[in-house]
């Protein structure tokens, strides 16, 4: 068997620590993809849109200077060509359709604003009032003297024949107006934009170094967060395996994690209840054999008895063997009950019926009891009520809890059942004089076979199984019971049921 279990113990897959590095690397994979999308192949275009953003956020501060008329102008021109590095040149046009510089400066190593020829800037001008007042192209150019022919810029070869055009220069034209509407602007700004291929190469060197520090850092997070998660794991495994072996006092610690310290908190109480009901089983088993035993030992020996001694077959010897065997009997069925009970295989017959008349009639039946040992079972109620149960399962109910307080009736041998009426329901009680129960005992009453004693002795009638019927009967009637009780004094036992209807 222990090899077995062992054998059973290596389960094949992927450990905790072999998913974390897995989780951890593909997390590691989509943040360089990340990186490399925005950081190498989109850098060109981030960096593009940034230049626009800014030449547009130039002139449109200009633009309100031009509104306004402001005086400062030329050095707010000059300054902001100083920050961003870029070329400004502003005009008004006059009536005659002339454009007369008001405004420049030169700010860029490679401007072509002041390089264009007056047929280029008109061009550029009339694109713009065709584009709704603003215009914004780039040209590919290489670094050094350029030359303008045919009205455009041209791209230098290098010295082995190819066009360099990563390097652009960018022109912005806008037109705006005076704040009476009537004398247009021609705002024209030019920038550079720096070559970033240095840069890309740059930032390719650095993701590969960066993707092998986040492998490795993947690795060591795997490592240390599995041996952080693994270890109460482990311990409560190991802890588990005791109890598998039918150890109930092992403690199952889960501390680090609020998962683990709730599993560990289920775990030991699941190690409780185990250890509650091996006890209890036990406790069960030697009961049972001790009432089988009991009657079994009588049939045995009165049947010798009437066997070897002539004379003993007598009529009283002979019902001594059939209230045994009876007894036998109903320890039987008193078994099979709780296991149909239990495992759902009755399902409840309701139906309307006279409680009252049903209580009635079975105190009446114990009063062959009354007059063989003098134990007097009372009934006090003061009206009929109509109830809708499963009359044989409350019946049931009804003679197990009689029967239990007729054998912890105490020494005036009395058993009080009452009925009374509250709020829409019916309690029926059961009180008798005996020992009592301690309070501490009282949620253990109900189990099959606990006795409050805790001392084993035959009952004086039924089965010693009456409360663990109760409780299932009751509960799959889903109604209110429990049990009121004081040491030496004696205890109430109680349930409650709907009213149907009262006379």
């Known amino acids: 068997m222990k090899k077995e279990r062992k054998a059973q113990s290596s389960y094949p897959g992927t450990g905790v620590t072999s998913k974390l590095l897995i989780y951890f690397l593909i997390f590691m994979a989509l943040m360089l993809v990340v990186l490399w999308v925005f950081q190498v192949m989109l850098l060109n275009l981030f960096y593009r849109n940034t230049k626009m953003n800014e030449m547009e956020r130039i002139a449109a501060t200009i633009e309100q200077q031009l509104y306004y008329d402001d005086r400062d102008l030329e050095e707010n021109i000059y300054q902001y060509a100083a920050e961003y590095l870029v070329c400004i040149r502003v005009f008004r046009v006059d009536p005659s359709n002339h454009a007369i510089e008001i405004a420049d400066a030169d700010a860029s190593e490679n401007c072509f604003l002041h390089h264009i020829p007056p047929r ?7 694109k713009a009032v065709g584009n709704g007042g603003h215009y ?10 350029n030359e303008i022919t045919n009205d455009r810029v041209p791209e230098e070869p290098t010295e082995d024949g190819r066009v360099l055009t990563d390097r652009l220069s960018m022109i912005r034209v806008d037109i705006c107006y005076s704040e009476d509407g009537t004398v247009p602007y021609v705002i024209m700004l030019n920038s550079e934009l720096t070559p970033l291929s240095t840069t890309v190469a740059t930032l390719e060197m650095q993701f590969w170094w960066i993707a092998i520090l986040f492998v490795l850092l993947a690795l060591l997070m795997a490592v240390v967060f599995a041996r952080s998660i693994i270890s109460p794991i482990v311990r409560m495994n190991q802890a588990a395996k005791k109890l598998a072996e039918g150890n109930y006092d092992v403690h199952f610690e889960g501390e680090g994690y609020r998962e683990t310290r709730e599993l560990a908190e289920t775990l030991n109480y699941a190690s409780k209840e185990l250890s509650k009901n091996d006890r209890l089983q036990k406790e069960l088993i030697a009961n049972i054999s001790h009432d089988l035993r009991t009657p079994l030992t009588m049939i045995k020996g009165y049947g010798e008895v009437m066997r070897d001694i002539p004379g003993e077959n007598t009529p009283e010897n002979m019902q001594t063997i059939i209230d045994e065997t009876e007894r036998l009997s109903e320890l039987v069925n008193a078994l099979l009950d709780i296991s149909r009970l239990q495992a759902d295989a009755e399902t409840l017959q309701k139906e309307p019926f006279d409680l009252t008349e049903q209580v009635q009639r079975t105190v009446e039946r114990y009063d062959k009891l009354r007059a063989a040992d003098h134990y007097n079972v009372q009934f006090e109620y003061d009206r009929r ?24 009736s105490g020494e005036d041998k009395t058993v009080i059942v009452r009925q009374e009426c509250r709020e829409g329901c019916v309690r029926i009680s059961v009180i008798d004089h005996g020992v009592g129960i301690a309070p501490d005992q009282i949620p253990l009453i109900w189990d099959r076979y606990y006795k409050v004693d805790r001392v084993h002795r035959r009952a004086v ?30 205890s109430t036992f109680w349930f409650e049921l709907p009213v149907e209807s009262e006379q």
Request: aromatic share 8%.
């Open 461 to 490: 009638v039924g089965t010693g199984l009456g409360l663990s019927i109760v409780k299932t009967v009751l509960e799959k009637h889903g109604a209110l019971y429990g049990v009121e009780s004081k040491e030496g004094e004696g």
């Open 385 to 408: 009520v109509t109830v809708n149960a499963d009359k044989t399962m409350i019946l049931q109910v009804l003679y197990n809890l009689i029967n239990n307080g007729i054998n912890y």
């Open 136 to 145: 914004q192209t780039m040209i590919p150019f290489k670094g050094g003297e």
């Open 120 to 126: 280029v800037l008109t061009e550029l001008y009339q």
